[in-house]
């Protein structure tokens, strides 16, 4: 982990939005006595953009809850490229599975923008899912989105159809963030599904000219037709 500024959570909690774990979507339905435990065994880390936050090969061992900003997760090839396998947004977490299994990093997280994150060891929560099972049930539900989000992205990776895939990586983009815009550079998305910078901005276009989505600067997709996307996506269509 690199040198960043951290602090105890409980106590700048109380400055964000009272609970920092309110917010994220895998602790959602617990307690109020739950969440106030969570905070208890967390601390607050920030990271500028560009800070590389854990790298690959070092030890998991916690859960990463996003307060705020974006984590991209990347691999770097052994020509040096940079390969974006995913990015981990406000609300969300990662790392469950280091609460049932010794694991390591596969991806540099580092920070695409000014970015907050909770740090909950993994250790101290098997104790508290000892006391308070909603929260272990909890995370095997999370465990199993994320189950259902990868067989997801292979679907995605199957269509023939740039404009497919990336129709079906927006609708997806869109469940996930609760909200019709998706912040991501074209270089980004096409890493994501599979594609060339080239190939995603025509799609894009297409996608845009069959009023499906409006593109409102380098970085912004607004869905806007959910439901010609969706037909777009599970049908393969040729626009």
Do not use: W
Request: hydrophobic share 40%; proline share 2%; aromatic share 4%.
């Amino acid at each position: 982990m690199t040198n960043t500024q951290s602090c105890i959570c409980c106590g700048q909690c109380a400055s964000c939005c009272g609970l920092c774990t309110g917010g994220i979507s895998v602790f959602e339905g617990l307690t109020l006595d739950e969440h106030r435990s969570l905070v208890r065994i967390a601390r607050h880390v920030n990271v500028s953009r560009g800070q590389t936050l854990f790298h690959t090969g070092e030890p998991t061992g916690r859960i990463i809850a996003m307060r705020f900003g974006q984590l991209k997760l990347r691999r770097i090839t052994p020509d040096g490229q940079e390969l974006v396998v995913g990015f981990l947004n406000a609300g969300e977490a990662m790392g469950e599975d280091s609460l049932y299994s010794d694991t390591v990093y596969d991806v540099d997280l580092v920070a695409a923008e000014d970015s907050g994150v909770c740090l909950i060891s993994a250790d101290a929560i098997a104790g508290l899912i000892l006391v308070n099972p909603s929260l272990g049930a909890a995370l095997l539900r999370s465990l199993g989105q994320k189950l259902h989000d990868a067989r997801y992205m292979v679907d995605v990776l199957s269509k023939r159809q740039a404009t497919s895939r990336i129709a079906g990586f927006l609708l997806r983009g869109m469940e996930n963030r609760k909200g019709d815009s998706i912040h991501l550079s074209q270089e980004d998305l096409g890493m994501q599904v599979s594609l060339r910078r080239e190939t995603v901005s025509r799609a894009l276009k297409t996608l845009e000219q069959s009023n499906c989505i409006r593109l409102t600067g380098y970085r912004n997709i607004q869905v806007v037709d959910p439901g010609r996307l969706a037909d777009i996506f599970y049908e393969d269509l040729v626009l």
